[in-house]
């Protein structure tokens, strides 16, 4: 069995690689029963370099096979962000036998510029081969990258957007073969760190929850410095697009509120019958991405399911369409066969100091997902502690002024490795009948927070030291609560 599972930071249910370095998800596709993820990776290093894609599988989102190197880096050009797509009507013509081909539309780093190229598989992705005629794109820019394909059925036609970093700008491209690409469109400069850049944007449909079937657009861009909790974060747009042209009808929002989901890109080809749409993120910050682990850096977010949500959001501009719409987050439903044990926790009466309210040896794997429930009350906060060891917590809660859940990773175990990791992230939270819903999901070296039924997210490593940790609750006065709490232990994927 596989001895690197072992290492006390490794991620038991999320997505890492065995060894060096990983950034980006990219080319995922769903084929033939298996989703595929490829990522940004470097062959020969623990850090950033000689960018090539890695490669995994999985029938269920939730368990990773590994796959030999898909697409290296040759000639001085590297292989940087890009995606992958199934070429159902053979409009390549790369079709080799009855198998449809799968083919990569990533950028080339090299040579001073950033181009546009494509690889394809013949093979359901275990070999690669580089289209003779690349670059498809080169418009002598060195800042022009990270493209996401899609098909678009109204017009029949092949969409491509991709990022201009440097002007805050994506256009839009068109292709009927994936070769010879004409512009449509460009949106920005826009959103909200104005100084920034722009990296990896991702353009899809989505259905707005109890819509009856209405449907907007969602634009994601990440900025690779100046998001909401410090460092690289993601922002989105909701709006239209019309086959040409996106636009934005409410100002942009952030992905995530945690310092950790960076580059998060959406699944390919997931069947109708599914209907879902899926993304995966990085679960790192380029500001604090050298990581303490060793010999591997970085994992991936679990898989998450996406919608819309109209909400009375703090800019609603008075119940039309334009405005209070909220990407809702979850993770995949796949996720929920990892669990081994569930019971619920009384919490009855705690106030301060937090109380433990685990048993001894409960969560000696360090993996767990925990739902539950915040009364704020009138009092001045509320929530948990999380790995707790020797001096050491995460803490989780609801605070009353400014109306927030928080992320405090200031305690959490090594936050020396960079003077900007210790920190305390805050999400804008509703409180709905008096309640603000949490749930947890905690792997060996992270958090990630859905707050209201995703209407929120936060996102954030932490490297604990402590191998026996409890779960302890807190309330500020009497008038509030911790209720309703489940806890659910976890499959680690390496059993002691
Ligand atoms: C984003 C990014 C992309 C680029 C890749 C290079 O994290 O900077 O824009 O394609 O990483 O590894």
Redesign the pocket.
């Known amino acids: 069995s596989a001895d690197y599972l072992r290492e006390p930071l490794r991620p038991q249910y999320h997505f890492s690689p065995e060894i060096n370095w990983m ?2 998800p990219n080319g995922l596709v769903f084929h033939d029963g298996e989703y595929h993820l490829f990522y ?1 990776y470097n062959p020969a290093g623990n850090s ?1 370099g000689h ?1 090539s894609w890695g490669h995994a599988v999985s029938a269920d989102l939730t368990h990773w096979q590994h796959l030999p190197l898909a697409i290296p880096e040759a000639d001085g050009i ?1 292989a ?3 995606c992958c797509v199934v070429d159902h009507h053979n409009s390549s013509g790369f079709r080799r036998g009855d198998q449809p081909a799968m083919v990569a539309i990533y ?1 080339g ?1 090299g040579n001073g510029k950033q181009v546009q190229n494509l690889a394809y598989s013949n093979d359901n992705g275990r070999t690669w081969t580089k289209y003779a005629g690349n670059p498809v794109l080169d418009i002598d820019n060195p800042d022009f ?2 493209p996401k394909v899609f098909w678009h059925e109204a017009t029949g036609r092949w969409v491509m957007v991709v ?1 201009l ?1 440097k002007e805050k700008v994506v256009v839009l491209y068109a292709s009927k073969n994936l070769k010879d690409w004409s512009e449509l469109s460009r949106f920005g400069p826009a959103g909200v760190a104005q100084k920034s850049n722009w ?2 944007p991702d353009l899809f449909e989505l259905p707005v929850e109890g819509g009856e079937g209405k449907t907007l657009w969602v634009l994601e861009v ?1 900025m ?1 410095s100046g998001s909401v909790a410090g460092g ?1 974060g993601g922002e989105y747009f909701v709006g239209h697009f019309d086959g040409t042209r996106f636009t934005a009808t409410q100002e942009a929002k952030w992905v995530d509120f945690g310092r950790d989901f ?2 998060p890109v959406s699944w390919s080809d997931i069947p109708q019958s599914d209907g879902r749409r899926i993304w995966i993120g ?1 679960f790192n910050n ?1 500001q604090t991405c050298l990581v303490p682990t060793s010999p591997w850096r970085s994992c991936m977010s679990v898989p998450r399911t996406l919608s819309l949500r109209k909400t009375p959001g703090r800019d609603d501009s008075g119940g039309d369409d334009s405005g209070g719409y909220v990407l809702v987050q979850r993770p995949v439903k796949e996720l929920q066969q990892l669990r081994v044990h569930s019971r619920s926790i009384q919490t009855h009466g705690a106030t301060w100091p937090p109380v433990a309210v685990t048993k001894p040896g409960e969560l000696t794997d360090r993996v767990f997902e925990l739902e539950t429930t915040l009364k704020p009350g009138t009092a001045r906060s509320v929530g948990l502690r999380i790995r707790t060891g020797d001096d050491e917590f995460t803490e989780v809660g609801y605070d009353r002024e400014p109306g927030a859940v928080y992320v405090d990773r200031r305690k959490s175990g090594n936050v020396a490795f960079h003077q900007a990791f210790a920190g305390r992230h805050e999400a804008p939270a509703r409180v709905l009948d008096g309640e603000v819903s949490l749930r947890l999901l905690v792997d060996r070296s992270s958090i990630e927070v859905f707050i209201n039924d995703g209407e929120a997210v936060i996102s954030d490593r932490i490297f604990p030291s402590g191998q026996k940790p409890t779960i302890e609750v807190f309330a500020g006065d009497e008038s509030a609560q911790v209720t309703a709490t489940t806890l659910h232990v976890l499959d680690s994927i390496w059993h002691p």
Request: aromatic share 20%.
């Open positions: 950034n980006d940004q950033w960018m590297m940087f962000s890009g950028t780093h990258r990270d990022s970093a990296e990896c990440d690779g690289s960076y580059a990085w380029w």
